[in-house]
């Protein structure tokens, strides 16, 4: 579980014991119920991730709610976009092995998840990842109910395929923008999980088709 879960769920069933105490325990059942959704909404399962040579892996759980070819400062990129409810895990994961080069946060509007405009429009955080001979860009977007984008990296660090790099409270989406080459594996509607659903493929060099085998034994849960 991560961390705020058990802040969150600590508060509200110290809430509870008071309301009880001044009121009747029936009055206690609400911030019961509301520890107990705190408690599971930040969940953080262990994953089984993919040791596929060039796999990208999926960022956010969620659906998948558009993929397109966009443009981003003159460059065309292939866009993935995941909307994650307040049913889904919020720990959004590294979608391939590399290095963080970059982390840009946006302060910005609170518009619904599913709105279009919340890419540019909405508070977001954006990531450039250095990985396997290629870039990519991973955007933590904010949704009407998501207060708190949470990166827990910092520029220079590397990264495994499928480790935790942060966390969006309650409703948001999540976008990885991979190169025009990519190989996308996922279509609107799609359900995915984080870490463990391949979402495309990179074009990768033999080299590293040796490395990916070697390591696929290491591979484990995370």
Same mark, same amino acid.
């Given at each position: ?143 009407? &109910? ?7 990296? +910092?520029? %220079? #660090?590397? @990264? !495994?395929? *499928?480790?935790? =790099? ?11 923008? &991979? ?7 996922? +279509?609107? %509607? #799609?359900? @995915? !999980?984080? *870490?463990?659903? =391949? ?24």
């Amino acid at each position: 579980m991560v961390r705020d879960g058990y802040y969150y769920g600590f508060v509200m069933l110290a809430s509870a014991v008071l309301v009880a105490w001044l009121t009747s325990p029936f009055w206690a059942l609400v911030p019961l119920v509301l520890a107990a959704f705190f408690l599971w909404f930040f969940r953080d399962p262990e994953r089984g991730i993919p040791a596929d040579a060039g796999a990208v892996v999926s960022p956010a759980d969620g659906k998948v709610t558009d993929v397109a070819t966009i443009t981003v400062q003159g460059e065309k990129r292939k866009r993935i976009s995941i909307f994650l409810s307040v049913f889904d895990v919020h720990v959004n994961r590294s979608p391939v092995a590399g290095v963080i080069r970059g982390a840009h946060y946006q302060p910005g509007k609170f518009l619904n998840a599913m709105n279009p405009a919340c890419a540019e429009a909405n508070e977001q955080n954006t990531i450039t990842l250095e990985g396997e001979g290629h870039t990519l860009i991973v955007k933590q977007i904010a949704g009407i &109910l998501a207060r708190r984008i949470v990166f827990t990296k +910092k520029i %220079g #660090d590397t @990264v !495994k395929r *499928g480790e935790r =790099i942060g966390l969006i409270k309650f409703g948001s989406r999540t976008d990885v923008l &991979l190169e025009p080459s990519a190989d996308v594996r996922v +279509k609107v %509607g #799609d359900r @995915v !999980k984080g *870490g463990r659903s =391949i979402v495309a493929f990179l074009n990768v060099q033999p080299e590293e088709l040796a490395v990916a085998g070697a390591a696929h034994a290491k591979e484990g849960p995370r």
